[in-house]
């Protein structure tokens, strides 16, 4: 019993997780497209924001160390990755519930470009 209950539950997590409208134009489900957004987001805006602050410490070789590995270098970082990410999820959620309302692509990029 324990297992045929285990089952309906990941099998109607599945279909909530891939569910997505007409409109949509990725391969998966929205909520799959909005979480695979938010790990791409996260890699990149760390690494991009931690790399520029590498590349600045170059100009003082004597302080390099220090900024690498400082507390507040790691918060910044943080931080633009953060914003890079509530950006695009936001872009995304707003994009694929426009899509699903207006069943007009031009209007929902519109209205979630703006957002």
């Not at 909530?16 to 998966?28: G, N, Q």
């Not at 909520?31 to 690494?47: A, D, E, F, R, T």
């Not at 991009?48 to 918060?75: D, F």
Request: charged share 20%; glycine share 8%.
């Amino acid at each position: 019993m324990d297992q045929h209950i285990r089952k309906e539950i990941q099998g109607f997590w599945r279909r909530v997780y891939e569910a997505k409208s007409s409109m949509c134009k990725h391969k998966r489900g929205c909520i799959y497209n909005v979480v695979q957004g938010i790990i791409k987001s996260i890699m990149l805006g760390y690494g991009i924001k931690y790399g520029i602050n590498i590349l600045l410490g170059l100009l003082k070789p004597s302080k390099l160390i220090e900024n690498v590995l400082s507390v507040e270098t790691l918060i910044n970082s943080s931080r633009f990755a953060a914003f890079l990410v509530l950006f695009n999820s936001l872009y995304k959620i707003v994009l694929c519930t426009m899509r699903r309302f207006t069943k007009n692509d031009k209007i929902s990029s519109i209205i979630a470009g703006g957002e």
